[in-house]
């Protein structure tokens, strides 16, 4: 039976009726107390990251996880269509279990798909994307040198906040994480 011994990141475990992984871990042996295991856990399916403790030698319940990469292809009514890259299957599912970062999906892009025997326990987004700048108001001479930003809409229909010399057309660097403007791209 594993035990907190075989902590690893990346190690996804059944903790209180849910999946979590584990993102960070450390033995701590405090002189003459006992032992134990300090973790950073995130859930799977919230995303909501705890900390906790196991006791040095604790049984834990690891559940084997099935990454797949699959690609998007649109948004209908009854959510996100992604095809299997392998088998060509289409698989649709719900906004809700793909998350806020969707709005950044555009078509073609590749994804994670994270299985439970066949049950989704999570969507893996890439953690940043390029695109274009479909709307927004036209920068002016100068604008380079004012901090400022305004709202633009990007070619998924998603609204960023950007620096104000950023034009229609131009190539963003999006965080699909918090929404934010990184950089802008040469084209």
């Given at each position: 039976m594993p035990s907190t011994s075989d902590?690893?990141?990346?190690?996804?475990?059944?903790?209180?009726?849910?999946l979590w992984t584990?993102?960070?871990?450390?033995?701590?042996?405090?002189?003459?107390?006992?032992a134990f295991v300090r973790?950073?856990?995130k859930n799977l399916r919230s995303g909501k990251v705890v900390e906790?403790?196991?006791?040095?030698?604790?049984?834990?319940?690891?559940?084997?996880?099935?990454?797949?990469?699959?690609?998007?292809?649109?948004?209908?009514?009854?959510?996100?269509?992604?095809?299997?890259?392998a088998t060509y299957d289409q698989l649709t599912i719900p906004g809700e279990t793909v998350g806020s970062g969707a709005q950044f999906l555009k078509d073609g892009e590749s994804v994670d798909i994270l299985f439970n025997g066949t049950d989704i326990t999570g969507i893996e987004i890439p953690i940043t994307v390029e695109l274009a700048i479909s709307e927004t108001v036209?920068?002016?001479?100068?604008?380079?040198a004012n901090p400022g930003t305004k709202p633009a809409k990007v070619e998924t229909g998603a609204t960023v906040n950007v620096p104000l010399f950023i034009n229609e057309g131009d190539v963003v660097k999006i965080d699909t994480r918090t929404g934010g403007y990184i950089e802008r791209v040469k084209v």
């Open positions: 902590f690893r990141p990346g190690l996804v475990i059944k903790y209180n009726n849910d584990v993102v960070e871990f450390q033995h701590v042996n405090p002189g003459n107390w006992r973790t950073r856990l906790n403790r196991f006791r040095a030698g604790e049984s834990i319940e690891v559940i084997r996880i099935e990454r797949k990469e699959f690609q998007f292809l649109y948004r209908d009514t009854a959510g996100y269509v992604f095809m299997d890259k036209p920068g002016v001479k100068g604008d380079s």
